[in-house]
């Protein structure tokens, strides 16, 4: 250390290093390191040369036209695509002409005009009550011009694919959905019934069951009918009026048949739904699961009108896939069809047909 000379600037500047940077230090990119001559060096600065100009949509095609590039066709959407538009567009053109036309009348049989779809009638024709979902046979009932025909609409189902190709369990969903909302009506039918409450008590699908089953059976001795089940021709299916008169009075019942009028249904429609779940469903023992098990919307529930109608289609008449007991029954499938239409969706500006990627 006594040998060496200690580091001053002047020794730099005489060995050539002040371009340096001293020890501890750290260079900066917007530092100027100086030349040797001590002054800034001009190569240092960032070029100012203008960038090169973007070519345009125009010159680019001047310029593929030149090399012999001819672009792309368009691509070409698949049938599915093309059937729905080709499907909507028809639905558009009827809406339209719908606008630019009055309200037809009708003339009733005691010589009243009355508007189209809102004719007052008996309960078969009292809004369901539940969320969004029509009376029985709505589907048929409303205006032609306010929803497409049901061709149409089962066309555009089929192409729903996670429900078209699972049409057995959503046609068991749609059938447990419905005892579950029948029987929510029942219970709030029994609730207000001060008199009901004092004859008889249920507070379970189960108890409902045992306890129709037990005045069916009660009936049957009492006038001597056959014991018989459930199934369509016999005198439980309850579309005979002398039966259902007879029960009518009857406690449980009683409470039914209340219920069932004020969703707009009749008891051939309980009989029919009853047969299928455990007939065709293998649904028995257990009680029917509420709508928010299944995951439904109130979007995607109006497809389970076209599950009902699309399961018919398939499993019923002399093209059926599987044989169904009594899926010939003509009686039946008319029930079940007028089941169906209660998922018709009320609002039509909301209905699956609009929203279909929604679902």
Same mark, same amino acid.
């Given at each position: ?68 590039? !001819?672009? %792309?066709?368009? #691509?070409?959407?698949? /049938?599915?695509?093309? $059937?729905?538009? =080709? ?5 558009? +053109? ?80 749609? !059938?447990? %959905?419905?005892? #579950?909302?029948?029987? /929510?009506?029942?219970? $709030?039918?029994? =609730? ?5 409450? +004092? ?161």
């Amino acid at each position: 250390m006594s040998g060496q000379e200690p580091r001053t600037r002047e020794t730099d500047d005489a060995s050539g290093s002040s371009g340096t940077f001293g020890r501890g230090t750290r260079p900066s990119i917007f530092s100027k390191v100086p030349t040797t001559s001590g002054a800034a060096s001009s190569s240092w600065r960032r070029p100012t040369t203008n960038r090169p100009k973007i070519p345009t949509a125009a010159d680019l095609a001047k310029l593929l036209a030149a090399q012999g590039i !001819v672009p %792309l066709p368009e #691509a070409r959407r698949s /049938s599915n695509e093309a $059937d729905i538009d =080709l499907i909507e567009s028809d639905m558009e +053109k009827g809406s339209k002409d719908s606008e630019d036309t009055e309200e037809e009348k009708e003339t009733d049989s005691d010589g009243t005009d009355e508007v189209k779809g809102e004719r007052k009638g008996g309960p078969e024709e009292k809004v369901a009550a539940v969320s969004g979902l029509a009376p029985v046979a709505s589907a048929s009932k409303v205006k032609p011009d306010s929803r497409p025909s049901d061709s149409k609409l089962l066309a555009l189902f089929r192409l729903m694919k996670d429900f078209a190709n699972y049409i057995g369990p959503h046609f068991s969903a749609a !059938v447990d %959905l419905w005892c #579950a909302m029948t029987f /929510s009506r029942c219970i $709030d039918v029994y =609730l207000e019934d001060a008199s009901a409450q +004092k004859t008889i008590h249920f507070s379970t699908f189960k108890d409902l069951m045992c306890g129709l089953n037990g005045e069916l059976n009660a009936l049957g001795t009492e006038i001597g009918l056959p014991v018989v089940n459930g199934k369509p021709g016999t005198w439980k299916y309850l579309d005979k009026p002398e039966i259902v008169e007879r029960l009518r009075e009857k406690g449980f019942h009683k409470v039914l048949f209340t219920a069932l009028e004020s969703r707009g249904f009749l008891p051939h429609h309980w009989s029919a739904v009853l047969f299928v779940r455990s007939s065709w469903c293998g649904i028995t023992g257990r009680e029917p699961k509420h709508i928010s098990q299944y995951r439904y919307t109130k979007r995607s529930l109006g497809l389970l009108e076209f599950v009902m109608k699309e399961f018919l289609l398939r499993r019923t008449g002399p093209a059926k896939e599987v044989s169904m007991p009594c899926a010939n029954n003509e009686t039946l499938v008319r029930h079940l069809t007028e089941v169906a239409g209660c998922y018709a969706p009320l609002d039509l500006e909301d209905a699956w047909w609009k929203r279909r990627k929604q679902i």
